[in-house]
């Protein structure tokens, strides 16, 4: 068994023979030639790049511009007025130091209109002009809705029914100011019969004092009621407003229903709570 095992290993020795001498040392000059020549290693960096790390002038001076633009912002938004004049909103940039001359006040007052921070509109600057937005949105109808929309269709039943409303109000209206023309003159015959015919001026006279007295104290009355003026406009209108409620919850007709339609279509034209033709057509 030894002996099997000694021939293999002469064999392998015989496949494989060591390298000569020469070979060796040809390859350790190979490879001090190829450490010679070859480019240094790059030491590590201890420095960092002074170049990007510098702030130029330009750059500073548009980090201070930026700085006073939004304490010029923060100044606007906090304060109490909501407009300024165009001088006052000038001057305002170049105390928070924004701006350094009037010209460059003006560059930055057109860019802060056109950025919508404020609003400039016939030399007055708007502070708050979302404000103004909803102002001009609640007033202008900015979406539109569609053709084919079912809630159209119910705003026109409902105006319909809210005309008929309306003329039979005015009606009611034109039916109670005529008694009361009538009941007057009646009042005024009475008073003429009873002063010439049946009686006389003497016994009249304090009956129709107190008749006049009576008046002023119903109109002192309304006054301390309705905190408004005893006129006949005024007594009209409020007449008109009580016929046309009690009209509408006898007729089921649902005023907030109708209103919300109405914001919902965008009908700028018509009022909240419009109440028809003026009150002189009747």
Known sequence: ?????????????????????????????????????????HPPSSRPAEAEA????????????????????????????????????????VEA??????????????????????????DKAYLHPEKVVELVRRAVPLALSPENDSR?????????????????????????LW?????????VGLFFRLTFWEFSWDV?????????????LVGYAYFLITSRDPTYEDFMER???????KLCAKNSFDMEKYLELQKHCKCPLEGHYPHGPKFHDL
């Not at 010209?103 to 209109?113: G, K, V, W, Y």
């Not at 026109?156 to 109000?169: F, N, S, T, V, Y």
């Not at 008694?179 to 009042?187: D, E, I, R, T, V």
């Not at 007449?239 to 409620?245: K, P």
């Open 1 to 41: 068994m030894w002996r099997a095992a000694a021939s293999h290993l002469l064999r392998r020795r015989a496949a494989h023979p060591p390298p000569s001498p020469a070979t060796a040392t040809g390859a350790a000059c190979a490879l001090r030639h190829v450490r010679l020549f070859s480019p240094p290693p």
């Open 54 to 93: 510098e702030v130029t002038a330009a750059e500073a001076r548009r980090l201070v511009r930026l700085v006073g633009v939004e304490a010029l912002k923060r100044r606007l938004r906090d304060g109490r007025e909501e407009v300024v004049g165009y001088g006052e909103l000038l001057d305002a940039c």
């Open 97 to 122: 130091g924004a701006a350094r001359t009037r010209r460059d006040a003006e560059a930055l007052a057109r860019a802060m209109d056109e950025a919508g921070v404020v609003l400039l509109f016939r």
């Open 152 to 176: 159209k269709e119910e705003l026109k039943k409902l105006q319909e029914k809210k005309e008929e409303i309306d003329k039979l109000a005015h009606k009611q209206v034109r039916r109670i």
């Open 179 to 187: 008694s009361g023309l009538g009941f007057f003159m009646c009042q």
């Open 204 to 216: 009249m006279e304090p009956i129709a004092f107190f008749t006049t007295a009576s008046g002023l």
């Open 239 to 245: 007449l008109y407003l009580s016929r046309h409620r």
